[in-house]
């Protein structure tokens, strides 16, 4: 069995700021990285941010990555992740805050298994025909809305440069329940949970970032059942395009809270052969 590639999207927030999704396919795994938004100035990794540098990074190892499974690859995953770290770093951490984290969501086609393994909020839905089921956990409803509305009305609009925001986002990725891929090995296995499923030939598979996936969290604008529909109708281009279009129009973060106008948008639509 082998992926074959569809479609995919990966939009930045706004037209002047790095994408730091990042996606990757070959014949046996597919990916999505989501590198976390810096809390802090350029300078421990040089002139790169952390979340490009995550994301870079990450993407390389998977890209040269061969191992037979998907417990393996994490493994490697982290293990380059960490040497990489300690090899680019220019001075000491500030803080946890500064460690450079990201969301990831791996799927790799062991024989006739399909192996997932995530951290944080990227997403795996698999469709066979008319059953779908989430491989990951599904998107967290509205758990990015009630934080930032607890900040107060219109938060986003300051794409979480505000003091304020940036405590708050500090102070969550210190929390002892964060999770996600970071340099830390031990923090990364810790964060990741991994899942096994039989898989077919002519087999969907949807992964994708947050970003794209507030369309059906924070937005509502579909539910499951009604966004494979559209991209079977539509595609992801037109979807990702309908996704700007809702945060523009509320580019004031008031109708929907959240901490910025648009996210980086990423989506991957495989179907499984063989």
Known sequence: MHFELLQSVSLNGSFDRANEDRIGISPQSAWVIDGATDLAEPGLLKDQGGAAWIAFTADAALSSCKEPDAASTCRRLFACLAEKFEADKQRDIQGDWEIPTAAFALAQIVNDKLQVAWAADCYVLHVSGLVYSWCTEPPKT?????????????????????????????????????????????????????????????????????????????????????????????????????????????????????????????????????
């Open 142 to 274: 509205s758990s990015e809305s009630n934080e930032a509305r607890a900040l107060g009305v219109g938060i986003g609009a300051q794409r979480v440069r505000s003091k304020v925001t940036i405590e708050n986002r500090r102070a969550k990725r210190c929390s002892p329940d964060y999770t996600a891929l970071s340099p830390d090995t031990e923090a990364s296995t810790r964060s990741t949970n991994c899942t096994s499923t039989s898989i077919q030939d002519g087999d969907n598979l949807l992964i994708m970032s947050d970003g794209f996936a507030n369309i059906i969290d924070i937005y509502g604008a579909y539910d499951t059942d009604s966004l494979i529909e559209a991209i079977r109708a539509k595609g992801l281009a037109c979807l990702a395009s309908e996704l700007r279009t809702i945060e523009q129009e509320d580019a004031a973060c008031v109708k929907f809270p959240r901490f910025k106008i648009g996210d980086d948008a990423t989506a991957l639509w495989i179907r499984i052969i063989g």
